[in-house]
């Protein structure tokens, strides 16, 4: 919101995110105006309302995520499969260390608001646009409506999958890595006939 001071907003933000990180994905609108030091008038006063918070808070996190994936699926390399390994394996990290913020954002805040649902999944389909566009400009897939149909298949493959994995601790990772990157590297087979 205007006129409101950005270091405010993100020292409100901080303080959520510790306690989503502490309380999980269940964690109140009253605890994190409690862990900034303020009423939750003020906090939604800072965001316009519990959308304003949810919004900004999946723009600090899934837009960090993306900044950490787009030099793995951007790398130029001859090795698809390896490629493909690393970028996942970063994105497993990525959730893993910051599980009840996921959780929070992915399942909770989207759950109950479709404005942020929304905006999540603009989020996600941006990053299936990017992947797409790489594997077009390298010629990965060389047809570049195939190439955006790829990208987001892609990343919507990996995404809930990793949902999925963190609900199955007994999975062990090397298998959904593993998994994941067959068939990604058989797509890319089967286009490339």
Do not use: C
């Not at 999944?121 to 897939?141: I, K, N």
């Amino acid at each position: 919101m205007s006129g409101r001071s950005p270091d405010r907003r993100r020292a409100i933000l901080d303080a959520a995110d510790r306690v989503i990180r502490r309380e999980g994905p269940e964690a109140s609108m009253a605890a994190i105006a409690a862990e900034a030091g303020i009423t939750k008038p003020i906090l939604y006063r800072h965001f316009g309302d519990k959308s304003g918070l949810y919004e900004a808070l999946a723009d600090r996190h899934v837009r960090r995520v993306i900044a950490q994936l787009r030099p793995e699926f951007a790398k130029p390399s001859a090795d698809v499969r390896g490629r493909t390994r690393a970028t996942i394996e970063v994105y497993l990290d990525l959730i893993t260390a910051n599980r009840n913020l996921y959780r929070f954002l992915f399942h909770r805040a989207s759950a109950e608001d479709s404005r942020m649902r929304s905006h999540m999944t603009s989020l996600v389909r941006g990053l299936g646009e990017e992947l797409g566009q790489v594997l077009a400009a390298e010629g990965v897939v060389p047809d570049p409506v195939r190439a955006q149909v790829l990208g987001h298949a892609f990343v919507g493959m990996v995404q809930t999958t990793g949902d999925w994995w963190l609900e199955h601790p007994e999975v062990h990772r090397s298998a959904v890595v593993e998994s994941l990157v067959e068939v990604i590297a058989a797509a890319f087979a089967v286009v490339r006939r």
